[in-house]
């Protein structure tokens, strides 16, 4: 059985399939692999890091296919991407040499990572971190992310939360954790499948609140160099959490 945020890897055979190069393409029309949702917080926060760009390391953790981690590139960034999709690596591989961009890009699971890693002056969550549902998942993945940040180094993350205005379909099932689940039509291979009345359900991304997203990387020891909460276009849909942190000083 295949963990649960393993299934993206069929979201992006589909995308790959309708000639899409971006995950963002699948409910922004005016979205593409250039015009990527965290293009402007990424433009801000590379704008206010001290001293040139050229030369320093970063880590894409949930890259697929690529976007932010060529933009980070095109900004003179050495650039790592990691990602459990090899579908979406594929895609990611190709973007970036249709665009001369050399960017490395791998196979690794953030929740799974093998030690003596290298360190990275900037760490980017591309919207990875809703996607862990467990707490178990989510304590590992940033305290893997805190040990693979230089001191002085700038972790960036752009989130979805929860809110009160949030609104569920039907095709989803939110539970008292902030677990969203997706209604599926074959629960076989799927990691935590549930019934909810006559229909089933696997787990699909984790909404929590600003407050304890803040919580959970002050525990992994983390500082907050700032957030903010950004709204989306629709308010009835999860907002998205923009965070700059660092190592917490000891």
């Not at 963002?24 to 029309?29: C, K, L, T, V, W």
């Not at 590139?73 to 650039?79: D, E, I, S």
């Not at 700032?226 to 965070?243: F, G």
Request: glycine letters at 8%; hydrophobic letters at 40%.
């Amino acid at each position: 059985m295949s963990l649960y945020y393993q299934a993206d890897d069929r979201v992006f055979q589909k995308l790959r399939a309708a000639g899409k190069t971006s995950w963002d393409e699948q409910a922004d029309p005016q979205a593409s692999f250039d015009n990527f949702v965290m293009r402007p917080f990424l433009e801000e926060s590379l704008a206010e890091m001290a001293g040139p760009l050229d030369g320093l390391s970063a880590l894409e953790i949930g890259c697929g296919s690529g976007p932010v981690s060529c933009f980070l590139a095109a900004n003179g960034l050495a650039v790592r991407g990691i990602d459990v999709s090899p579908t979406a690596l594929e895609m990611a591989r190709q973007h970036a040499a249709e665009r001369g961009m050399n960017v490395q890009f791998d196979s690794a699971d953030i929740c799974h990572m093998p030690e003596q890693q290298d360190r990275y002056d900037l760490i980017v969550d591309g919207h990875c971190l809703h996607c862990l549902v467990s707490d178990e998942h989510r304590r590992t993945a940033l305290t893997a992310i805190h040990g693979l940040l230089k001191p002085g180094g700038r972790f960036l993350i752009e989130t979805m939360i929860s809110h009160p205005g949030l609104i569920v379909g039907a095709n989803y099932h939110l539970d008292a954790r902030g677990v969203l689940s997706i209604k599926v039509d074959d629960p076989a291979g799927r990691d935590g499948a549930f019934t909810s009345g006559s229909e089933w359900f696997a787990p699909y991304r984790r909404l929590l609140s600003a407050d304890q997203v803040t919580t959970e990387l002050r525990d992994a020891g983390f500082a907050m160099q700032s957030h903010r909460v950004a709204e989306q276009k629709d308010p009835r849909k999860p907002m998205l959490m923009q965070i700059r942190a660092g190592h917490r000083p000891t």
